[in-house]
């Protein structure tokens, strides 16, 4: 009873762990993304004159400085939420011990 349910906390850890990690790859993405059309946006206007360049580099700024308050909100939701289904797992692992039934799908 006890290696199977250690197996099938440490599967759904797993799981969950996958699961957050393409979450982090895909916020990456987004954050490249965003940066490099802010990029782009910078290199378009920097052809302008000098005024409009100082104006477009304090609006580069910005985005990007908007960009990483949204990444690390993003960041910070995608680990409480990774934390929790970790700590559900666990809480389900220890009560299926405590009453000694076993986890409907094993890994075996």
């Not at 409480?80 to 890994?107: D, F, Q, Y």
Request: aromatic share 4%; glycine share 4%.
């Amino acid at each position: 009873m006890g290696p199977a349910l250690d197996l099938w906390k440490e599967t759904e850890i797993g799981k969950t762990r996958k699961k957050y990690e393409k979450l982090s790859e895909k916020i990456v993405l987004w954050e490249d993304k965003r940066k490099k059309k802010a990029k782009r946006k910078l290199h378009r206007t920097e052809r302008g004159v000098e005024k409009t360049k100082m104006k477009a580099m304090q609006r580069f700024r910005d985005e990007n400085e908007s960009i990483e308050m949204i990444v690390a909100s993003a960041r910070a939701h995608a680990y409480e939420s990774r934390v929790k289904e970790e700590l559900k797992v666990k809480e389900k692992a220890n009560l299926m011990r405590t009453t000694g039934r076993s986890p409907s799908t094993t890994c075996l």
